[in-house]
Nanobody, 123 residues
Framework: QVQLVESGGGLVQAGGSLRLSCAASGRTFNNYAMAWFRQAPGKEREFVAVISWSGGSTYYADSVKGRFGISRDNAKNTEYLQMNSLKPEDTAVYYC????????????????WGQGTQVTVSS
């Protein structure tokens, strides 16, 4: 059974940093694109960042570009999201997701999802 487990969320002041991790188990994700999405209360799930299976290509939502960095370690089957200069509007539940093949920004394209980790940024 495939499992994605996020960790690293928490409460941080505006301007602070957090690093999220997503550990994958149950299969090898070397040929899978992996992404981060987030969902704030009362809002739809939105794309944050995605990384290709090799790690050589990344793409970010405009709202996080220049502040967030996505990376992965295929030897550890883990992806990361380094979040800097956090803002209150970054408050949401953050989800990691995986899909076989090319990077996309659409949640419906992803097969596997984690349970989510809460990130709260206070002003």
């Amino acid at each position: 059974q495939v499992q994605l487990v996020e960790s690293g969320g928490g409460l941080v002041q505006a301007g602070g940093s957090l690093r999220l991790s997503c550990a994958a188990s149950g299969r090898t994700f070397n040929n899978y694109a992996m992404a981060w999405f987030r969902q704030a209360p009362g809002k739809e799930r939105e794309f944050v960042a995605v990384i290709s299976w090799s790690g050589g290509s990344t793409y970010y939502a405009d709202s996080v570009k220049g502040r967030f960095g996505i990376s992965r370690d295929n030897a550890k089957n883990t992806e990361y999201l380094q979040m800097n200069s956090l803002k209150p509007e970054d408050t949401a539940v953050y989800y990691c997701a995986a899909r076989k093949g090319a990077m996309t920004t659409r949640p419906g394209d992803y097969y596997y999802w984690g349970q989510g980790t809460q990130v709260t940024v206070s002003s």
